[in-house]
């Protein structure tokens, strides 16, 4: 377990939650399930049994140090890496993994993103202990979690593999990575048997993956390249800063999964989602006998509603029919549940406005 490393994703705003995600504190650091612990938490939680605590590197905006500390007071200060920008995935993946190569060449690692829901965290470790072992043996090999599909998603990703020959164990061979479907398509991937959903949680070597950023997204490692030996100096910070001003904003999946023929994948299904909408809560939390989710307001002739609030405040609601409402102390939200998309458009609206609710 010694070379063994957790890279906990935590730098986005979680937009699609508003009002209650706010860029101050977005989704992962809420307890948005009511179970006491924040999404952040619940990444380290499942993980801490199989990977050193001392392992453990969080990627987050400079803004959520001292909220990453706060909730996670066990992992080292020093492993709290800092973007000054929001870059998306690939720049926080090549500063990671320099930053772990550069104190362990050997270092295998695990990138999960840290507002993700996973129910059943004794076959998820499983799993993930699985697609480790592979890597040890496979060091050239990239490997993505995919997630056997359970209805015809069109808010995921998906993976195409190859389900017919298993290269090891559940590990198949990946043809290739396709974007978020029509319900048409999606409705084709669930009768093939041969797609997956792209949980966006990756397993490498340090060395290999900056290898294959090398190769696919040069202009994104070698800003990180250049700076490797002033990890764990005074200057780190102000090098990060450098190369993050010039990096282009672009994720792991576009600078190098969908580009790689070493990809690999191993399909489990193991109550996983990434919580990413309000529809999404409401198809995972406890209904009435009218598909409602409430927060104790007292519901009328409504039907598959969501109902948030963080107040004693009584609130009465008639009529309604697949909405969401989400009230805070500041931002009150009334939305349909079939347009919830629209919520990012609802805050950069807000913050056009300087609403200050954002």
Same mark, same amino acid.
């Given at each position: 377990? =010694?070379?063994?490393?957790? *890279?906990?994703?935590? /730098? ?40 050193? *605590? ?19 007071? =066990? ?31 050997? /270092? ?12 059943? *965290? ?77 949980? /966006? ?9 900056? #290898? !294959? ?26 090098? *990060? #800063? ?42 995972? !939390?406890?209904?009435? =006998? !009218? ?68």
């Amino acid at each position: 377990m =010694e070379h063994r490393y957790c *890279v906990i994703m935590a /730098g986005g705003v979680g937009a699609r939650f508003w009002p209650l995600s706010r860029e101050s504190k977005p989704k992962q650091f809420l307890d948005i399930m009511h179970v006491g612990r924040t999404f952040i938490q619940m990444t380290f939680d499942r993980l801490s049994s199989i990977i050193p *605590v001392k392992n453990f590197i969080v990627v987050t905006s400079i803004q959520y140090r001292e909220l990453v500390q706060e909730q996670l007071p =066990e992992i080292p200060v020093e492993n709290i890496l800092c973007e000054p920008y929001r870059r998306n995935t690939a720049p926080c993946v090549a500063y990671a993994s320099h930053w772990i190569y550069s104190r362990d060449p050997e /270092g295998v690692m695990i990138v999960a993103p840290s507002d993700h829901l996973i129910t059943n *965290v004794k076959k998820f470790i499983n799993v993930v202990n699985e697609a480790f072992s592979f890597i040890e043996k496979h060091p050239n090999k990239l490997m993505t979690l995919g997630m056997t599909p359970t209805r015809p998603e069109t808010g995921y990703g998906y993976i195409n593999y190859n389900n017919n020959q298993f290269i090891e164990g559940s590990i198949s061979e990946v043809f290739k990575f396709v974007e978020k479907p029509s319900i048409d398509k999606a409705l084709e991937y669930l009768a093939s048997g041969n797609y997956a959903w792209n949980a /966006g949680i990756f397993l490498w070597t340090a060395k290999t993956i900056i #290898n !294959q950023l090398k190769q696919f997204a040069p202009t994104v490692e070698q800003f990180f390249e250049d700076i490797k030996d002033k990890f764990n100096t005074s200057d780190e910070v102000s090098s *990060v #800063n450098n190369a993050y001003e010039k990096c282009s904003s672009i994720s792991i999946d576009y600078a190098v999964m969908e580009k790689s023929n070493d990809v690999t994948v191993i399909c489990s299904e193991f109550g996983w989602s990434d919580v990413g909408t309000w529809g999404s809560l409401h198809t995972l !939390q406890q209904k009435d =006998e !009218q598909q409602n989710v409430s927060d104790g307001s007292e519901l009328y002739n409504c039907h598959n509603c969501i109902i948030h609030k963080n107040s004693n405040k009584y609130v009465v609601v008639e009529g309604l029919n697949d909405y969401i409402i989400a009230d805070t102390d500041d931002a009150l939200l009334i939305c349909s549940l079939k347009n919830e998309q629209k919520i990012r458009d609802f805050v950069s609206d807000a913050k056009k406005k300087n609403a200050g609710v954002v």
